[in-house]
């Protein structure tokens, strides 16, 4: 599904502040494989998903995508072929539309829009049922405006919208750290219902262990650019975030360190 190959991405080159922020890293993600990436700060977690949606390209290396070389494609054209949730969640919503217009606007991404279009009876009741399967109490309030949400409920609405057409890859950057803890722990849940029953192939970076180990089938440590830990199956599940902690130590780069959010859940 995901193939990532001998990736190098190197920020301010030439300059007193050059960083290497990817050094060779290659990864490959299997269908419906739900990936959680950690790593302190400055590891190259965001940096991976950015050059994947491409955001960034890479100096070196390939990325392709459902056998689709997307490496050099623009930002814009390998849209199509994701979902992606940001840690703001003012981001992936219209704050001056209401719920309705923001899920059909998803709902047409990649098809040609006229001057005019609606929201359908049919539509609507698509979106209901959509809706109360996130327990927010959403489902009737089709016509409030977006902008009158909470940031828990608004990021909720957005990874609704990222998976509303099956994307071929869901990139999850971060997307609950802007939230407090209870409404984190619900978005968290959230996602983890939409990703098993679509059977979507995720990768989701986060900050926190605890969350790193509780959910995915994999789980990867990112440390000075490369990937310093890639355990899954069995082995995921027997972590704990003491074991994740002497990982770290033992594989992080001289300029890293551990944000107390990577162990405070």
């Not at 922020?21 to 998903?49: H, M, P, R």
């Not at 392709?64 to 199509?80: C, F, G, H, P, W």
């Amino acid at each position: 599904m995901l193939q990532v190959t001998n990736l190098y991405k190197v920020f301010n080159k030439g300059t007193v502040n050059e960083r290497m922020a990817l050094e060779n890293v290659s990864l490959s993600l299997g269908v419906g494989d739900f990936v959680t990436v950690i790593g302190g700060n400055g590891a190259g977690k965001s940096t991976l998903l950015n050059c994947v949606a491409g955001v960034y390209p890479p100096d070196s290396g390939s990325i392709n995508l459902d056998s689709i070389d997307v490496t050099r494609m623009q930002e814009y054209k390998r849209a199509k072929y994701l979902g992606r949730v940001f840690q703001d969640p003012m981001r992936g919503t219209c704050g001056d539309m209401n719920i309705e217009e923001n899920l059909a606007l998803a709902k047409r991404r990649g098809q040609h829009r006229g001057l005019s279009w609606g929201v359908t009876s049919k539509e609507r009741i698509e979106y209901r049922h959509l809706l109360k399967s996130l327990d927010l109490g959403l489902e009737d309030r089709l016509t409030s405006k977006v902008g009158l949400l909470s940031g828990g409920q608004r990021q909720a609405l957005t990874l609704l919208m990222a998976t509303l057409k099956n994307p071929k890859l869901l990139l999850l950057d971060e997307h609950t750290a802007a939230l407090d803890p209870r409404t984190a722990k619900k978005v968290l849940d959230i996602s983890d219902y939409i990703i098993r029953e679509e059977g979507l192939t995720t990768m989701m970076v986060t900050h926190n262990m605890r969350d790193a180990i509780r959910y995915g089938n994999r789980l990867i440590m990112m440390s000075g650019g490369s990937i310093a830990v890639d355990v899954s199956g069995d082995e995921k599940r027997k972590l704990t975030v003491e074991d994740l902690l002497r990982l770290f130590e033992k594989a992080k780069g001289k300029e890293e360190d551990i944000p107390d959010r990577m162990i405070l859940g």
